[in-house]
């Protein structure tokens, strides 16, 4: 009501009244917020509100984790070869120590479901430590060649590039002959513990015979 002119306002108070004159200005002037009326069916219950709720419009997104995967990382170097060895040598000596224990365990052990675990286990210890010896062998006979053939082409020859077939029968017949010339450093150890155990056995008997 504020751009109607005094005139006509006095004019309007005179006419409707004060209260009534009040009560028109006054609603005018006040504008009430619509009220939400929530239901219920019983007037003893709680009145209920609605689950729907508007979501805020700068809510933070949280931000999805990135599993890192470190064989394929940059983060965690490089594979370093001597070093690897250098580092982790000693697990050899720990599993020759295992398989020794083990093979003690088996001999010890009267139960025989037990017994044929446990030869199980030995067996596998033996399979891995074989695959680690072929695999060692095939390395350090692959640098051998290759640096034959760098050695060649330094005199001005042509280099000789060995077939996987070809280096795979060479490595077969490398191991060969060492389990061959194992198996007979074995049997002369196992001769000379047994001249040994014998040449013992010899002088305790002369000993009692003495006394």
């Known amino acids: ?3 109607v002119p005094l005139s006509e306002l006095k004019a309007m108070q005179e006419r409707l009244g004060l209260k009534e004159f009040n009560k028109l200005r006054n609603g005018f002037s006040s504008t009430k917020a619509p009220t939400t009326s929530f239901k219920r069916e019983n007037k003893n219950r709680p009145s209920e509100l609605s689950a729907r709720r508007p979501v805020p419009r700068n809510t933070p997104v949280a931000k999805t984790k990135i599993n890192r995967d470190p064989r394929f990382d940059d983060l965690s170097g490089e594979y370093n070869e001597k070093i690897f060895k250098s580092s982790y040598g000693f697990l050899s000596d720990v599993k020759l120590k295992e398989k020794q224990k083990l093979k003690k365990v088996i001999t010890k052990t ?3 479901d037990k017994k044929v675990h446990l030869k199980q286990l030995y067996n596998r210890m033996e399979q891995q430590e074989a695959a680690e010896k072929k695999k060692a062998k095939a390395e350090a006979m692959e ?3 290759k640096k034959k053939e760098l050695e060649r082409v330094k005199e001005g ?3 000789f ?3 996987k077939s070809q280096k795979k029968a060479l490595i077969a017949e490398e191991l060969r002959k060492e389990a061959e010339q194992s198996g007979a ?3 002369t150890l196992a001769k000379k513990q047994k001249k040994l155990a014998a040449n013992e056995k010899k002088k305790k008997a002369w000993s009692t015979k003495d006394v």
């Open 157 to 159: 020859k042509r280099p």
């Open 110 to 112: 009267k139960s025989k």
């Open 185 to 187: 450093l074995h049997k």
């Open 161 to 163: 590039f060995m077939k």
């Open 1 to 3: 009501m504020s751009h």
């Open 143 to 145: 640098k051998e060649w």
